[in-house]
């Protein structure tokens, strides 16, 4: 079972750019999350969606934008990339919101230079 | 503001030398309290969920107990397969979770 698939797992940006992290899951989920880790610090929701068409803003949204088009896929786009967005990314899924475990996956490290 | 202290941060035990991992917690109306173990480059992978004071689960080497204002994770006899980042965290009734900063957890052969 593929689970969480996020793509690419590495990358390097400059200044300014842009760039899609992408996210898919096979679990027929309906909420999709997106959470940055920093050394040190509790992971940080972005955003969210709780189904197609609805995505709503976490607690760290400047900087990105998001959408949810299908079930499965749930991207998440960096404009403007700054350093501040170096940061290890994590896409997760979960059947519903409340009292539910989370499945995640493997992460995307971003640095932005 | 919800907010989640993991202690100690980093903790290094002996093979076989059980300790515990502390998550203190402040929350408005906790609907459940989370523990999560996060592998060197991967993402996290769920192990309990907890509801309410009093509450208690195991899992092999692994027990987590909560009060109202925090959560243990007792690690009983572990083995160096345990080593991993362990985190908790906190739902209040919007649904969205608070982590904390997390515990380094290596255990020695």
């Known amino acids: 079972n593929a689970g969480v698939t996020q793509t690419p797992k590495f990358r390097i940006l400059k200044i300014g750019q842009s760039m899609t992290l992408q996210c898919t899951q096979d679990m027929n989920h309906n909420y999709m999350y997106w959470y940055r880790q920093d050394p040190g610090m509790g992971l940080k929701l972005i955003y969210y969606s709780v189904g197609a068409g609805i995505t709503d803003k976490g607690e760290v949204p400047n900087g990105y934008n998001v959408s949810r088009s299908t079930t499965e896929d749930f991207p998440l786009r960096l404009e403007l990339a700054a350093p501040s967005q170096t940061s290890v990314y994590f896409c997760?899924?979960?059947?519903?919101?409340?009292?539910?475990?989370?499945?995640f996956g493997s992460g995307t490290q971003l640095s932005v230079l | 503001e919800d907010q989640v202290t993991q202690s100690p941060e980093a903790l290094r035990l002996q093979e076989g030398e059980s300790s515990s991992l502390n998550c203190s917690y402040t929350?408005?109306?906790?609907?459940?309290l989370f523990w999560y173990r996060q592998d060197p480059g991967k993402g996290p992978e769920f192990l309990f969920t907890?509801?309410?004071a009093g509450e208690e689960k195991e899992k092999e080497r692994l027990k987590a107990t909560l009060t109202k204002k925090e959560s243990f994770l007792h690690i009983t006899a572990p083995k160096p397969e345990d080593s991993a980042t362990y985190l908790c965290a906190v739902q209040p009734p919007d649904g969205k979770l608070t982590f904390g900063q997390g515990t380094i957890l290596t255990v020695h052969p």
């Open positions: 997760a899924s979960s059947y519903g919101h409340l009292n539910e475990k989370l499945f």
């Open positions: 929350v408005s109306g906790l609907r459940g």
């Open positions: 907890l509801y309410s």
